[in-house]
């Protein structure tokens, strides 16, 4: 009730970003997503707000970060997050954390903010009333001055006929990004971002979120005569025309020019795939590229065929990638429970039936004794009870177990890549665990059913997943589980690692592995073949003319009613126009089945990532030429569980496309 006053108060007096005066600590939120323009569903929203001690000694306290509801006593409505903070004399600090919001009744977003010193008393709070969700696209401005940013909006929105500008005014929403957030997953609610602002500008931070957010599916636009990285005048640097290695090279890039290897082999105007998302290049504002790239955004239902073939798609009609790589892992390289089977059961019924009707139907009457069948029966279905049990139990856990799984994408270009981590915590008994995961993974709440129905997608997530409502955020993540006897749940999380280099092919035809981790297998799959490296050491390199082949059309194109089933391929591809390329014969089908029902008894290969995929090479490989699979025993999230000794299983798997394979 304290909290609901407060917040009526707060709003009676126009909510008020600040905190009162009066209070130890002093709580202003910053930022809100991108100048208050959030995202919802899966995709946590930037809270950046400053703490401040107002007192002459140091202060202890909790800082909570939540979004409550107005509608229903000032309760939590999302995930809340603690965080344990040790102020100084007159200290202030900037924090940010990803909060996942949920909309509520009425549209608006109550986002609260309260410290509690070590004696669980208030010392200070502050709210603040956000808006209703911005419909439409959205574009982040990032410009070296304000007079800039409007020059760009101009243009954009009077390009095109005048009701191509109607239908750009009511479906663009223009943000201008004063302070860059500096992590990626930061700008989730932008659909586009502009970059007119030079590179010097923008810490090392700033511009690993930007490539970050361009790898995640965002569009990344630079304007080319803004940046002033001397990329553009220096068109020929790459490694393969230089004495520098990859490693020195990756360093020279990140530290001196902004997506170098991508932008020297971009034309202004075209667009380039990045990990999902697309970067483009323009030489400036005022020129015929920019009004050309960005006329097509207002078209209207109206608009003549003959303009709209002059303009073609930025991206091509292509399927979304897939996710399920870390739950294909975590399917076959986890902890399971093994259940008895439906046939085991079976044959536990027809032989406890057996052992009733010789024991009281034949040997009873035998000897004449059918009255003790009242002990009989009742003694045998408990000691068939037993040995089932018993048999059951034995393949249960001993032990509480850990396994994490994590999925790397990335290119043949960039050491960078992003990261989807799968954590399953499984109980041997009835239990609370608290899981610790390192702080740099962001925790991703499951995606819910009715989520699901929204994006048009039929997979609600993982059954599994865990329901957290409260995490902790300090030097590390961490969380409250509670477990049944013989269960598990599951963690997921977003984040990303810089390798010490990537996975390259020379002009020979060797493949060198210069990411930093070994592994344990490895394949490389192209439109016709798929190459079994095996093992391959940090540092390594393999002749592709000299390793086994296998033809792609016969290890793809499976398909089973079975969930979850066989991943899809990790990047764009395009939607087979029919499926003729699946084998749906009787025999076909029977064999995918068998091959299905018999993976618990195979160890785990690479090749079973391929068999989700359309046998037609030509849709898959219709912009990456080839991909790269590594699985390791390194790189992974290396989580605990507090207070405990668990058994572990750990893999991660590195994807590496290739946008050109000579």
Known sequence: MRRRALLLFLFLFGVAPASRSADAVSIKIRQVGLENIYALGNSPTLISFDVRNTTVQSIPISLLVDEVSLENNASSVTTSIQLPLLLSPAEERTLRVPLHLVPGNNGRLVIYLEARDAHNLIVGRTARLVGPKIDGQVIGLICS???????????????????????????????????PPSDGWAYAAAHTVILAAAIARLTEAQRQALELFLRNGGT????????ADGVSSNPGTNPASS?????????LCRNMYFLEPYRTRLPYGKPLRVGFGHLVRLPSVAGKEFSYYFRPIGFSATTPEEIRRQFPANTRELQSADESQSAWLMKRLGTSFRFPSFLEILLWMIGYLLVVGIINFVLLRRFDRPEWGWLTIPGIAILASVLLYGTSARHRPRNFNLDDMVVYRMDNLSSLATADAKVRVSSPRRSTVEPVVPAD?????????????????????????????E??????????????????????FNGSRHFAGTISRDSAGRLHNDTGISFRQSIVVEQKDIFV????????AFDLNLVPRRSYMDEAGRSVNRLPQYPGPPFAFHKPDEEKFRNWSEAGTKQMEEEWDNLATQPFSLIELLRGWSRNGDDIFSETRAVFFGLSDQATVGPSLREKSPDRKSASLTVVTFGTWP
């Not at 800039?148 to 943000?175: A, D, F, W, Y």
């Not at 990344?220 to 940046?227: G, S, Y």
């Not at 059913?449 to 994006?455: I, M, S």
């Open 145 to 179: 001055t304000p007079d800039l940013c409007r020059n760009i909006q101009q243009s954009i929105l009077l390009s095109g006929s005048p009701e191509e500008q109607t239908h750009k005014s009511q479906m663009l929403r223009m943000v201008q990004l004063s302070e």
């Open 220 to 227: 990344l636009v630079l304007l080319e005569d803004q940046i």
């Open 243 to 251: 004495r520098l290695s990859l490693l020195d090279f990756n360093a």
């Open 441 to 469: 993974w962001v925790y991703s709440q499951p995606r819910r059913a009715y989520q699901a129905v929204l994006e048009g997608s039929g997979n609600p997530g993982s059954a599994n997943a865990a329901n957290v409502s």
């Open 471 to 492: 995490y902790v955020l300090d030097r590390s993540w961490e969380t409250n589980l509670s477990l049944r006897k013989w269960s598990f749940t599951e963690l997921n």
């Open 533 to 540: 490296l095996g093992s391959f050491s940090a540092g390594a």
